[in-house]
């Protein structure tokens, strides 16, 4: 039984609805308990932080880890990423593994 | 360097993996492991830190790098040739995970919190211990550039590819080549554009060009470094002259080389020599 909680850009979420999986984006507007990150391949999740709310991203860019459920990603964790981080590299990476599945999950 | 016909192989390159690629690993020999039909001994991984248990000769880390999680030990006084003492701790540790018993959990849980949140790149030994698999670390180390998580899983997925599926060879059909370089262009074309900030797009014409050249440069390459007999090498730029051929070109024949344990870095990752 795989533990596994792969990483994914937007247009693979519709696969993974009730999973948890990681995300990588840009921080964008806070909406309460929300906040909206930008991801790699251009689209836009909502991510609930009511559970990690005493943490605050401490950078641009950010791994967020939570669970897919009915168009919103509910966070668990996160993780900081440098301001360098090449979007467009990792966007591929991606791509890349969801056709080598068998060493990601 | 491999010797298969014995019990202790011994291993000289560093694979990169994923914890899956681990959790998946069945087949050893000796005590050496074999993932994708190679032996490997030390290996790179890259994940988070989800838990720690310090006790007095070891650290325990929990390693989760999305593709599953993995439990990996740090000996605090590494005393390489002695199996006695790390049979000793080994036993020591085992007790600790059982009674709890000399753990150190304000330190534990200290090491917790200086790796929240963050990436870290762990280098180690994997190996196979009463029947179970033994991840002990080397190095673990934070990262800073977050690029390095992108380039560990396409090196990964890169080496997997190699492995299974061979680097080019001659004896290989046309369209088995070209499926394998197109798979394999994306892949260093990706790394590349994470590695460098120079425009990359001559790479996959250069490779197509170079499908009959490639096997006869990297042969003169292989012979170029082995005849340098100086302590520092010979340099990429030596090496790129020599060979009328371009930087970029030879790193991708010296990465291969280095990958396989034929030659070595001296001075800087721009000095090589080969390991004959």
Known sequence: MSSATPRINFKYLSEFEGKTIRIVGKVGEKQGNNVILHTTDNGQVIVDRSNNLEKNYQTNNVEVLGVWNNNQLSELTFFNLSDNFDFDTHNQMIDLSMKHKEIFM | ?276
């Not at chain 2, 200086?114 to 002990?136: C, D, M, P, T």
């Not at chain 2, 492995?163 to 590349?192: A, D, H």
């Not at chain 2, 030596?238 to 024949?253: G, P, Q, V």
């Open chain 2, 1 to 276: 360097m491999t010797n298969n016909s014995n019990e202790n192989v011994i291993v000289r390159t560093i694979t990169p993996l994923t914890i899956r690629q681990i959790q998946l690993s069945t087949e050893s020999e000796g005590n050496t492991f074999k993932i994708d039909n190679e032996f490997v001994m030390n290996v790179s991984l890259v994940g988070t830190v989800i838990k720690v248990l310090d006790g007095n000769t070891y650290t325990n880390y929990t390693i989760d790098d999305g593709t599953g999680q993995l439990k990996i030990r740090e000996f605090k006084r590494q005393k390489q040739n002695n199996m006695e003492e790390e049979e000793e701790q080994q036993q020591q540790q085992q007790q600790q995970e059982e009674g709890g018993e000399g753990e150190n959990k304000s330190k534990a849980k200290e090491i917790e919190n200086a790796f929240e949140n963050k990436y870290v790149r762990i280098i180690g030994n994997l190996k196979e211990y009463k029947n179970q698999k033994s991840f002990s670390v080397s190095k673990i180390t934070e990262i800073t550039d977050s690029n390095q998580i992108t380039t560990h899983f396409l090196e990964a997925i890169l080496v997997h590819l190699q492995r299974i599926k061979g680097t080019l060879k001659k004896e290989q059909t046309s369209s088995q080549n070209s499926q394998i370089k197109e798979e394999k262009n994306e892949i260093k074309k990706e790394t590349n554009n994470n590695n460098n900030n120079n425009n990359n797009n001559n790479i996959i014409t250069q490779q197509n060009t170079n499908q009959i050249l490639g096997l006869a440069l990297k042969d003169k390459a292989l012979r170029l470094i082995s005849s340098n007999q100086t302590s520092s090498g010979i340099s990429l730029q030596e090496l790129a002259k020599e060979l009328k051929s371009t930087e970029e070109e030879i790193r991708e024949i010296v990465d291969f080389f280095l990958d396989q344990g034929q030659i070595y870095i001296t001075i800087d990752d721009e000095h090589f020599r080969s390991t004959d």
